[in-house]
């Protein structure tokens, strides 16, 4: 690929009659990426937002794509006085990309103005900078060739699917460490989606679902070994979307099978009866709502149908048996926790349409089309509240039940200190900074925050 040329339109502020000036911007030699960055800033006047970019550098990849999709991007900056439409080349489809087309987030935002959350706002600067060198970066040194080299600072945005990925893959091999040496199932947990409405609009009724599925488990599988005081695992992530990016509030759910017993012997549990368990989850899900929603006439109602009409119970979908302790880490950070949506399922993207795709778990591949507004207005809604858990932890991995029952599992030889070996080498080895150019061990020998704004 050759070198690439960016065109800057430039507008002189002052003037009514904008005139153009051309301007051209070559790549560092060393790298075939398009480098620009923006920096935003957001002031009111007038009851009007009125946003202020600066022109900054942006990492780009400009190479081929092969599906049909919006091949630049194009947004407002101001520098030295002047507002700037910048247009950059645009190569595999982006989150950020998307947000920063045609000032789609500012404009968003000004559409929006008094009904976003705080954390929403936050969450998406934070992606719009991820990995952007002007934002502040690290210098490393290798220890084998001498190579210098620089490292942009990451987001660890909600939103980002880069370090969304990392952060999974990290959380997944983390908790393997902690997880027992037993077999383990996985369950999704779903909800009638006619409290799906109130679900959406009070946040905190999640933590009053999650708390259901371990009220659920705890009753069920205590009465169907027909033992009291049965100490089982639970971890809980709670899902406020669907693939389709619809609010469908569901909770996967990793449980041991089995548990300790009150003279701390193991007993293992094969048998689940699902439909024992969908009337039980029904029971304990509608109660604790009934409870925490408004005691009002229709809330009732609701209720009390949704026990009459739903005679088979809420349905738990019984999904897959981990037995293999080494491959928990790969199957959590697949299937139970990972960001809203991969940049590998957007389709294309014209300037007003996103066009996604997801798979039905029977693998019919389905594509989504949705004005870009409402796509980013989907997405954002799924960042969770500040300070709240999507993730809950029962039982023996509970906070307070896993010091307990960890000298207990390892002497009945259920906790594998070889598994713990692993997978911390799994971590050192799949994020640990090496050297770009022979892979060697790198020490850290400086961090900078560069001055953005022009004076």
């Known amino acids: 690929m050759g070198p690439l040329v960016n065109s800057l339109r430039v507008i002189e502020a002052a003037s009514k009659e904008p005139a153009a000036l051309n301007v ?9 990426l398009i480098t620009k960055v923006l920096a ?15 022109c900054c550098c942006i990492q780009r990849e400009a190479e081929a794509s092969n599906r049909k999709r919006r091949n630049r991007i194009t947004f407002m900056a101001i520098t030295s006085g002047s507002i700037i439409e910048v247009e950059l080349p645009l190569g595999r489809l982006t989150l950020r990309g998307i947000f920063l087309d045609n000032d789609n987030w500012i404009n968003y935002m000004m559409e929006h103005e008094g009904s976003l959350r705080a954390v929403e706002v936050e969450e998406v600067e934070k992606m719009l900078k991820c990995e952007d060198g002007a934002y502040g970066f690290s210098t490393y040194k290798c220890n084998h060739c001498q190579k210098v080299f620089t490292v942009p600072f990451t987001c660890k945005s909600r939103l980002c699917t880069h370090c969304g990925k990392k952060y999974a893959d990290q959380w997944a091999a983390e908790l393997s460490l902690r997880m027992f040496d037993v ?20 946040r905190k009724l999640w933590s009053v679902v999650a708390n259901s599925v371990n009220d659920t ?22 899902h406020p979307f669907g693939k389709d ?16 017993t009150d003279d701390d012997k193991w007993i293992d549990m094969k048998y689940f009866n699902y439909d024992g368990l969908r009337k039980s989850w029904q029971y304990h899900v509608l109660t604790n709502l009934k409870k925490a929603l408004p005691r009002t006439r229709e809330v009732g109602n609701i209720i009390a149908s949704l026990f009459k009409n739903k005679e088979n119970g809420f349905y738990v979908y019984a999904k897959d048996v981990i037995e293999a302790p080494k491959e928990v880490a790969k199957y959590i950070g697949r299937y139970v926790r990972h960001p809203a949506i991969a940049e590998s399922r957007l389709v294309s993207y014209d300037g007003k349409t996103v066009v996604f795709y997801y798979e039905k778990d029977d693998g019919e591949r389905v594509e989504v089309s949705m004005p870009v507004m409402e796509f980013i207005g989907r997405i954002i809604k799924l960042i969770p509240d500040r300070q709240f858990k999507m993730i809950r932890y029962f039982g023996i991995y509970s906070r307070r039940g896993h010091p307990k029952a960890k000298p207990v599992m390892e002497a009945l030889g259920l906790y594998n200190m070889d598994r713990v070996e692993y997978l911390t080498s799994f971590i050192e080895r799949v994020w640990t900074i090496k050297c770009p150019e022979c892979g060697g061990e790198v020490e850290l020998i400086g961090k900078q925050i560069p001055i953005l704004m022009e004076t």
């Open 40 to 54: 935003r800033s957001l002031r009111r006047e007038s009851n009007k937002a009125i946003c202020a970019c600066a």
């Open 245 to 260: 990016l619809k609010f469908n509030l569901h909770v996967h759910v990793i449980i041991t099978e089995g548990g300790l």
């Open 24 to 32: 051209t911007f070559k790549p560092p030699k060393e790298s075939e």
């Open 183 to 202: 077999t383990h199932r996985h369950m999704v947990f779903t909800i009638s989606h006619v409290l799906w409405p109130y679900l959406e609009k009070d």
């Open 217 to 238: 488990m705890s009753d069920f599988m205590n009465y169907q070994k027909g033992t009291e005081g049965l100490r089982i695992g639970i971890i809980c992530v709670i």
